[in-house]
T-cell receptor, first 112, second 112 residues
Framework: EDQVTQSPEALRLQEGESSSLNCSYT??????LFWYRQDPGKGPEFLFT???AGEEKEKERLKATLTKKESFLHITAPKPEDSATYLC?????????????FGKGITLSVRP | SQTIHQWPATLVQPVGSPLSLECTVE??????LYWYRQAAGRGLQLLFY??????ISSEVPQNLSASRPQDRQFILSSKKLLLSDSGFYLC???????????FGPGTRLLVL
C-alpha cells in the first residue's frame, strides 16, 4: 500500500528563518510527487509536481526537491504570509487510474 | 482558464437527512473528477473518482454515493447522513489519469 509521511507535524519559524519540510514516500513506482499549500477553510492550492529523483522546482521563496525516497520543500527567508498547511501527495503506476496518496500535512507558522 | 466551483460552502444538516453537494468545472472538457473528504488531523481521503459521464469508482465503502450527470458536473449524495459524515469535502479535477489535480474551495459539512 502506498504511504506518504510528512514531518514535522507543525513548524514555527521566525520571519527570515529558512527551513525545510520533509515528505517521505513509499509507493510502487512513483509517477509523480505533488506539493500543495492549504490555507484554513480553503481547498489545497497546487504548488509543484516532481517526476524523477534529482528534479528541482522553484517558485518565489519555495523550492521543492526529490530523491528516491523523499521530497523536501525548502522555504528561504519565509514571511508571515507563507503561514499555511503544506500537503505532499504521491501517485504511482499501480492500477488503471492514478490515485493520489496524501500525507497529513505540515502546519507552518511564521512569526513577524 | 479553468475554474472549479463547489456549493454550498457550508452546510449544517441533522442526522438522517439527505445530502447533495455539487461540483462544476469550467474551461476544460472531459476532466477526471474526484471527491475527497478531509477530517481534522487526517490526510485527504479519496471517496470517488470519475473518468467520464456516468462512470463512477468508489474508493471507500460508506453511505455516500456520487454521480456525474454531465461532463463537467460531479455530485456527492447521501440518503441518510451520519454524524461521522461531518467534514470538509473537496472536489478536484485533472486532465487524464496522471495529471495534476486541482481542487475546489470545499464544502464544510456539519451533521448534528
Amino acid at each position: 500500500e502506498d504511504q506518504v509521511t510528512q514531518s514535522p507535524e507543525a513548524l514555527r519559524l521566525q520571519e527570515g528563518e529558512s527551513s525545510s519540510l520533509n515528505c517521505s514516500y513509499t509507493v510502487s513506482g512513483l509517477r509523480g510527487l505533488f506539493w500543495y499549500r492549504q490555507d484554513p477553510g480553503k481547498g489545497p492550492e497546487f504548488l509543484f509536481t516532481l517526476y524523477s529523483a534529482g528534479e528541482e522546482k522553484e517558485k518565489e521563496r519555495l523550492k521543492a526537491t526529490l530523491t528516491k525516497k523523499e521530497s523536501f520543500l525548502h522555504i528561504t527567508a519565509p514571511k508571515p504570509e507563507d503561514s499555511a498547511t503544506y500537503l505532499c501527495a504521491a501517485t504511482s503506476y499501480t492500477g488503471a487510474n492514478s490515485k493520489l496518496t496524501f500525507g497529513k500535512g505540515i502546519t507552518l507558522s511564521v512569526r513577524p | 482558464s479553468q475554474t472549479i466551483h463547489q456549493w454550498p460552502a457550508t452546510l449544517v444538516q441533522p442526522v438522517g437527512s439527505p445530502l447533495s453537494l455539487e461540483c462544476t468545472v469550467e474551461g476544460t472538457s472531459n476532466p477526471n473528477l474526484y471527491w475527497y473528504r478531509q477530517a481534522a488531523g487526517r490526510g485527504l481521503q479519496l471517496l470517488f473518482y470519475s473518468v467520464g459521464i456516468g462512470q463512477i469508482s468508489s474508493e471507500v465503502p460508506q453511505n455516500l454515493s456520487a454521480s456525474r450527470p454531465q461532463d463537467r458536473q460531479f455530485i456527492l449524495s447521501s440518503k441518510k447522513l451520519l454524524l461521522s459524515d461531518s467534514g470538509f469535502y473537496l472536489c478536484a479535477w485533472s486532465v487524464g489519469t496522471a495529471g495534476t489535480q486541482y481542487f475546489g474551495p470545499g464544502t464544510r459539512l456539519l451533521v448534528l
